[in-house]
């Protein structure tokens, strides 16, 4: 395809490299420079009217649409960090999707199909609060899980890898007919979770937000590290890259996403369409006749 390469994934330290030498255990979770978060924000406040501003041209363009992937821990920041990059953008071309655990009607057919039904048109952004990953993440984490699947059969040592492999394709085919997918890990520490649990318990106004089950799930934080640092390094391509987001500061993580949206919005190069001479011939009749009645 002649415009394949007429997108490239912003540069960033935090983007995800695509050889699988990604080590977690290395990548940073705190700004990786002093930061003054006042600055941060207004910083990406105006980012985020860009952003804004570009989504106008993606959906005047009508030929591509943008998918961002948003995967972290429990209490990582995905909700207000979507919340915050994507508030200068018309809700008539955005869409954001949560993925829970999956219903009957979703267990009835493939992973993907769930996801499918929720892809971006063209002109649009869409947004996912979690995703297909958690197909190799939570499920990973849960093997028992899949028993819930029914799926004909299956074996531990190689489903994560078949999986990692449909990922790959699914995206690439996506890449290839118009989709721009990009894919945040918001890293956040084990520490900065526990801070944030305990804000949840103490502030009445975060209460709903607490799950008990989210305590027992830090047990097996070593299983989830692993299992993400095994999906980004399986899946970050230059069609699909993941970026790992320093998470334990929420102006520097936003910012740095704010940039990331932007960056890739802005290479797509996508314009208000240029209307030719006998349309603007068209446009000088009507203003006449407008004048005239
Ligand atoms: P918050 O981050 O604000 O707590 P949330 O995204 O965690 O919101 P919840 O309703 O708390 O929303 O949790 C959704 C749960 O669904 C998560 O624990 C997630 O791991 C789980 N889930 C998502 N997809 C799958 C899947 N394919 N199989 C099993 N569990 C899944
Ligand atoms: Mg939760």
Excluded at 113 to 138: D, K, Q, T
Excluded at 185 to 195: A, M
Aim: proline share 5%; glycine share 4%.
């Amino acid at each position: 395809m002649s415009d394949e390469h007429r997108w490239t994934a912003p540069r960033s330290d935090f983007l995800v490299p695509f050889d699988g030498s990604f080590r977690l255990a290395d990548a940073p979770t705190g700004p990786t420079e002093e930061v003054d978060e006042d600055a941060l924000e207004d910083a990406r406040e105006k980012r985020t009217e860009a952003i804004g501003e570009l989504q106008r041209k993606l959906y005047a363009d009508d030929h591509y649409s943008a998918l961002f992937v948003f995967q972290a821990m429990d209490a990582g920041g995905k909700d207000s960090t979507i919340r915050h990059v994507f508030t200068g953008v018309n809700p008539a071309g955005f869409q954001v999707s949560s993925f829970k655990a999956p219903s009957a009607e979703e267990l009835d057919h493939d992973f993907l199909w769930r996801i499918a039904r929720r892809l971006p048109e063209r002109g649009r952004i869409g947004v996912f609060n979690r995703s297909h990953y958690e197909e190799v993440l939570v499920v990973r984490v849960h093997p028992e899980y899949l028993e819930g699947q029914r799926l004909p059969s299956y074996d531990l040592d190689t489903i994560w890898g078949e999986r990692f492999e449909s990922i790959r394709n699914f995206e690439k085919h996506l890449a290839d007919n118009g989709t721009v997918i990009v894919k945040f890990f918001l890293n956040v520490s084990l520490d900065e979770q526990k801070e944030r649990f305990l804000r949840r318990i103490d502030k009445p106004s975060k209460n709903w937000k607490f799950n008990e089950g989210d305590v027992e799930e830090r047990k097996r934080w070593p299983d989830y590290m692993h299992a993400f640092e095994e999906a980004l390094n399986a899946t970050s391509r230059p069609w699909a890259p993941w970026y790992a987001i320093p998470a334990d500061s929420k102006p520097y993580m936003r910012l740095q996403v704010a940039r990331i949206v932007q960056q890739t919005l802005e290479s797509l190069r996508v314009d208000y369409p240029e209307v030719d001479d006998e349309a603007k011939a068209g446009l000088a009749k009507c203003r006449r006749m407008l004048e005239e009645q």
